[in-house]
């Protein structure tokens, strides 16, 4: 598995405001999908996850930085790395682009919890799939 999992998007009508412009808070449902197409991707599936491990990802945080739009019809690469893997946490740094050009940065806590809300470890055996994705200098 490479270091940074990347997935493409096409940019829909419902996905733009009235200019044809992208909304804002849409580049966090593009970047939720492309976790949950990185999870299928180490092969680890999330309805499984909750009924052998009672665990689940929540997103804990998020921070974006918008740095230029994305228009109808655009075709979107999305990157996915991780920055740190904790215990019962992972901290994602998310980006999407059009061409070379860089539209957002995003850093996304998720958190591994419990069907009750309370933190949970990672699976050990799941951390160990996203721990053979981090990039190492």
């Known amino acids: ?30 970047f939720e999908r492309a976790r949950t197409e ?10 499984a996850l909750l009924q052998e491990h009672d665990v689940l990802f929540v997103v ?3 921070s974006a930085e918008y740095h230029a739009p994305a228009k109808l019809d655009d075709e979107l ?3 996915l790395s ?20 860089l539209l957002n940065t995003a850093r996304v806590k998720v958190g591994c919890v419990g069907s009750n809300l309370s933190p949970r470890a990672v699976p050990p055996a799941v951390a160990e799939k996203m721990r053979s994705t981090i990039k190492t200098d």
């Open 1 to 30: 598995m490479p270091a940074e999992f990347i997935w493409n998007v096409r940019v829909y009508y419902e996905d733009t405001d009235a200019g044809g412009i992208v909304y804002y808070a849409n580049y966090l449902k593009f």
């Open 38 to 47: 990185w999870l299928r991707a180490i092969h680890v599936e999330q309805h």
């Open 60 to 62: 804990k945080s998020v």
């Open 77 to 79: 690469k999305l990157t």
């Open 82 to 101: 991780i920055e740190k893997l904790g215990r019962a946490s992972i901290q994602f740094v998310q980006q999407a682009w059009c061409g070379e050009r």
